[in-house]
C-alpha cells in the first residue's frame, strides 16, 4: 500500500468514526427527549391517580355519612312508631282500622265504576 491509499484509509477511518459519533449523539438526544416525555407522563399519570383517588375517598366519605344519617333517620322513626304502639296501641288500631277501611271503599268504588263502565258499553252494544 502506498502512502496515499493508507492516508485515504485513515482518513475514511475518522469520516466513519466522526459519523458513528454523530449518530451516537443523535441517538443519546433522542434517548434523553424520550426519558423526559416518559417522565412527563408519568408525572401526569401519578397527578391523575392522586386526584381520582382523592375523589373517590370524598364520594366514600359522603357516602358514608349519608347512610349513617339515613340509618339514624330510620332507627328514630322505628322507635317513634315503637313508642307509639306502646303509649297508645288502641290509637294505633284504629288508625290501621280507618286505613283498611278506607283502602276498601276505595277499592270497592274504583271496580264499581270499572263495572259500571263495562256494563255501559253493553248496553250501547245491544243498542246498536
Known amino acids: 500500500m ?12 475518522q469520516n466513519s468514526s466522526k459519523q458513528f459519533e ?3 449523539d443523535h441517538l443519546k438526544d433522542r434517548i434523553q427527549s424520550a426519558e ?9 399519570m401519578e397527578s391523575y391517580a392522586e386526584q381520582t383517588r382523592t375523589s ?7 357516602a358514608k355519612d349519608s347512610a349513617g344519617r339515613i340509618l339514624n333517620e330510620v332507627q328514630s322513626s322505628t ?8 303509649e297508645r296501641p288502641l ?24 263495572n259500571a263502565a263495562k256494563q ?4 250501547v252494544d245491544i243498542a246498536v
Open 2 to 13: 502506498s502512502q496515499t491509499e493508507i492516508k485515504r484509509a485513515e482518513e475514511a477511518m
Open 22 to 24: 454523530q449518530a451516537l
Open 36 to 44: 423526559a416525555y416518559l417522565d412527563e407522563k408519568r408525572q401526569t
Open 56 to 62: 373517590v375517598e370524598e364520594f366514600v366519605h359522603s
Open 79 to 86: 322507635e317513634e312508631g315503637l313508642r307509639l304502639v306502646k
Open 91 to 114: 290509637t294505633v288500631w284504629m288508625i290501621v282500622f280507618m286505613s283498611g277501611y278506607l283502602f276498601g271503599v276505595y277499592s270497592s268504588r274504583k271496580i264499581g265504576s270499572r
Open 120 to 123: 255501559l258499553e253493553r248496553d
